[in-house]
């Protein structure tokens, strides 16, 4: 049931972030967001924070760009946590609209995709949402949604969210930053080490299941 979830949830995101983005083609210039960032001074966190939020709520706005961006401006540890916030933070945004506004509302803005990803056990739905955000093709934004129309309670989504977005903040943050500092070689060797704790967790449930498939 988890592996059909996960399948399920990463479809949606694909065909929904597709989907969107080619139709409403939003540019978004990562020299403007960091001249942005940094003309706002000692406000800036908050707006790195209120723009990855805005991103995420606001679908077509891409998140990259931003985060890219932050850490340009502020580093690679401090952009990482601004970038992380901010996405916790629309991600939660995003999952309460859908909650709220239920069903019906949310169908007329997501399409036939809504339909994806509602069923599931409480974990089932948590490490989808946990492994969706692991994957770089799957909508982020979408994810969000989609997930407030599940019966994932708020407090597991939003560990989901947090412990699935930290790979991809500070991999996104860190490349911002060494576009500034030019040491490329040490962006490689993190990103590689990122990519291998990434994939731990996949590799368990992979050789999980095939244990009690054997078993059985």
Same mark, same amino acid.
């Given at each position: 049931m988890a592996i059909a979830?996960?399948?399920? &949830?990463?479809?949606?995101?694909?065909?929904?972030?597709?989907v969107s983005?080619?139709?409403?083609?939003? #540019?978004?210039?990562?020299a403007e967001v960091q001249r942005h960032i940094e003309n706002a001074g000692a406000v800036g966190p908050l707006a790195v924070i209120a723009l990855m939020a805005l991103a995420i709520v606001a679908s077509p706005i891409p998140s990259a760009p931003i985060a890219l961006a932050a850490g340009a401006a502020f580093g690679h540890y401090l952009g990482a946590a601004y970038v992380a916030?901010? $996405?916790e933070l629309g991600a939660?945004? #995003?999952?309460?609209i859908a909650r709220k506004l239920g069903r019906s509302t949310v169908r007329r803005f997501l399409g036939k995709y809504s339909e994806f990803g509602l069923l599931g056990s409480q974990? #089932? &739905?948590?490490? $989808?949402?946990?492994?969706?955000? =692991?994957l770089p093709f799957v909508s982020f934004d979408a994810i $969000?949604?989609?997930?407030? =129309?599940?019966q994932l309670h708020l407090w597991r989504f939003m560990l989901a969210t947090f412990a699935g977005? =930290?790979?991809?903040?500070?991999?996104l943050a860190h490349f911002g930053a060494v576009a500034m500092s030019g040491d490329w070689g040490t962006a490689e060797w993190i990103t590689i080490g990122l990519g291998?704790?990434?994939a731990l967790p996949f590799v368990f449930l992979t050789l999980k299941n095939r244990k009690q498939i054997d078993d059985e």
């Open positions: 979830t996960v399948l399920s &949830l990463a479809v949606f995101g694909l065909f929904s972030g597709t983005l080619s139709n409403l083609g939003v #540019a978004f210039s990562q916030i901010g $996405s939660t945004i #995003a999952f309460v974990k #089932a &739905l948590m490490l $989808s949402v946990f492994a969706s955000r =692991l $969000s949604y989609v997930a407030g =129309l599940s977005i =930290l790979p991809a903040s500070f991999v291998v704790v990434t």
